[in-house]
């Protein structure tokens, strides 16, 4: 079991910058996979990015490449998504997810097993 708790969303402009962190308690940290998913009003939740266990492989959508960056402190049970030159269409609620390192890391929803609450975040034009 894993409780996963984000925080750092907020209201930005375009081109601005975000760091969202994601505090894991429960099972050990390091055993998870970590990745954030990201959902708008009336659309199906994305998947952003993944991080290993080990945090030695990360996996980046496409729309996000060259401006997020995910990385993850296991000593402090933290994962964090740094966004810069950020876009009105990354305008989303960003999700933290976690799956057992014993399933691989992957990009869908069914993937992830535990997940956070929700920050939102809004960038306006």
């Known amino acids: 079991q894993v409780q996963l708790v984000e925080s750092g969303g907020g209201l930005v402009q375009a081109g601005g910058s975000l760091r969202l962190s994601c505090a894991a308690s429960?099972?050990?940290?390091?055993?998870?996979?970590m990745g954030w998913f990201r959902q708008a009003p009336g659309k199906e939740r994305d998947f952003v990015t993944a991080?290993?266990?080990?945090?030695?492989?990360?996996l980046y959508a496409d729309s996000v490449k060259g401006r997020f960056t995910i990385s993850r402190d296991n000593a402090k049970n933290t994962v964090y998504l740094q966004m810069n030159s950020l876009k009105p269409e990354d305008t989303a609620a960003y999700y933290c997810?976690?799956?057992?390192?014993?399933?691989?890391?992957?990009?869908?929803?069914?993937?992830?097993?535990?997940w956070g609450q929700g920050t939102q975040v809004t960038v306006s034009s």
């Open positions: 997810a976690a799956a057992a390192a014993v399933y691989g890391m992957g990009r869908s929803v069914s993937s992830y097993a535990y």
């Open positions: 429960g099972r050990t940290f390091s055993n998870y996979n």
């Open positions: 991080i290993s266990w080990s945090g030695g492989r990360t």
